[in-house]
C-alpha cells in the first residue's frame, strides 16, 4: 500500500515540523539525536504500512523532524532533498515484531543521496498479521530513529555549489574586461 502525499497532508506535516508542538522521546535510541536546521526537505512518500500506521507516523515524524529544526516543505515547493519512505512489520525469529523503515533520499537532480534504515521491536503479535504488533510506541520510536537518521545525512551532506546567474557572469564579464583595459 502506497500513500502519496501533496499539499492537503504536507501542509499539516510541515506546520507540524515548524511549530515543534509536542515532543516524542524513546529511551533506547540506538542513534544519537542531531539538529539539522536549514536545509530544506520535502516527504514525498510513505509507502507499505495500513493508512492509519502510515498517518500516525507521518504526524509523529513531523514532530521528530521539528525537534531536530528540520525544514520540512511541501511537495510542490523547493526543496534540497526529497524522501521516499518505505515501513515493514514481520516477525523476528525471537516472537517478537519488527517495524523496518527505509529513507531514500534524493537530491535536486533525482539522484538517490543516501539510503538510511533501521528497526523497531514490538511486541509478540498475534495470529499472521506482523501489524497488529505495532503499537504507537513503537511507531514514535521509529519516527524518532527516523529523524535523527535523515539529520545525520542532512549534516554531512556536502553544500551544491552555487551557480551564478545570468546577471553575474555579465557582471564577471564585464570586470575581466575592465581590467584588461
Known sequence: MSVRFNGLVLGPLAAL????????????APRPRVDAPGVPVSVQSISGAPDQVTAHFAGLLGEAAAERKMEIVPGDKPARFRVRGYLTAQPTEDGQTALAF????????KKRAQRVQG?????????GDPWAGIDQTIVAKAASESADAIAGFLTTAPVPEAKPDAKSKTRTAQADAEKKR
Open 17 to 28: 515540523a515548524l511549530a515543534g508542538c509536542q515532543e516524542t522521546t524513546t529511551a533506547t
Open 102 to 109: 527505509v529513507w531514500d533520499v534524493y537530491d535536486e537532480s
Open 119 to 127: 528497526e523497531s521491536l514490538g511486541r509478540r503479535a498475534g495470529g
